[in-house]
């Protein structure tokens, strides 16, 4: 059995490629469109049959999986077949209602910042569920299970509470039979809980991730000349975070996690460059510096100026 079925919107292809990777490094089989779509057969049949056969449904969620009408179709899918779901939160985009619906209740893994840290995590949810350890999501609707706890708990309590109030006497005081004992029922100051009740499988505190300004680049992820700590000269910039393309930009605009540009920067700062999402799709051309005569160098993936 296919022990992890992927779920992502198209342009978070290359967070969920090395999601896979890294599970199927450490011996965790995976399922991934569109890798695995044999060819000549139905896209939406593969889908339908891989979710059903796959022990358990990772689904990245971020702005672009709110977007992807593929990625509600496949919730939808591992929810009506009982799969135990797990929602991977690259962003704080809150679920619109459809997700909601399905992924309220879940366990959310928030993104860290680190992605082989997140990774870890996710593996080792992963190998509980496999190992049994971990309770398989259900077709009932959360809100259900919820209510029916809500009921149950306080109906234990009551039954718990009868159950010491009918015993003898001597019993509650722990002395003999031949004791002379109060007559009277102990006052409720008296009765002690000595462990305290533990409601299990209460729904995780959801961490929301804010976006992180942006006071300095991230040089981690820059391929290209690094000065003092910041990009300097021609090279690609990935964002690993939803943040500022950089501050001196007078309209602000955001990149999304993924995003890459190439380009050349000063001391940090953009100059110029080609802005992708992170499958690749040209989104603008960015012009910060004052560079009245640039080229950019598509073959050679490099900004250059003469």
């Keep these: 059995m296919t022990k992890v079925f992927i779920s992502y919107g198209r ?43 796959a022990l358990l449904v990772v689904v990245i969620c971020s702005k672009n999986a709110s977007q992807s009408e593929h990625v509600k179709t496949e919730i939808n ?25 399905y992924l309220s209740y879940k366990q959310r893994i928030p993104y860290s910042g ?43 309590g009551i039954l718990a509470l009868a159950a010491f109030l009918l015993l003898p006497p001597w019993i509650k005081n722990n002395r003999p039979a031949s004791e002379p004992v109060n007559s009277s029922p102990p006052a409720f100051d008296t009765f002690v809980v000595e462990k305290p009740v533990v409601i299990r499988n209460r729904p995780p505190q959801i961490v ?10 991230d040089t981690d ?58 499958d690749g799709e040209k989104i603008a051309f960015i012009k910060l510096g004052d560079y009245p005569d640039i080229e950019l160098d598509k073959q050679l993936g490099k900004c250059v100026k003469y």
């Design 221 to 278: 992820t820059f391929t290209g000349t690094i000065i003092s700590g910041l990009p300097d000269g021609s090279g690609t910039y990935t964002f690993m975070h939803r943040r500022r393309i950089d501050m001196h930009d007078p309209q602000a605009r955001t990149a999304e996690v993924g995003d890459y540009i190439i380009g050349n920067w000063t001391r940090g700062h953009l100059n110029y460059g080609e802005w992708h999402h992170a």
């Design 77 to 101: 899918l591992a929810f009506n077949s009982s799969k135990f779901i797990l929602p991977y939160c690259l962003d704080d985009t809150p679920f619109d209602d459809d997700l909601e619906y």
């Design 114 to 156: 680190d992605f082989k840290k997140d990774f870890a995590v996710l593996e080792k949810i992963i190998l509980k569920q496999q190992n049994g350890n971990l309770p398989v999501s259900i077709s009932e609707s959360p809100a259900k299970g919820n209510k029916a706890r809500l009921f149950i708990l306080p109906l234990l």
């Design 11 to 53: 342009r978070d292809r290359k967070i969920a490629e090395s999601l896979c990777n890294w599970l199927e490094s450490h011996d965790v089989s995976c399922w991934i469109a569109p890798r695995d779509i044999q060819s000549g057969v139905s896209y939406a049949g593969e889908i339908t049959r891989a979710i059903r056969a």
């Design 208 to 217: 929301i991730v804010k976006e992180q300004p942006r006071t300095g680049p």
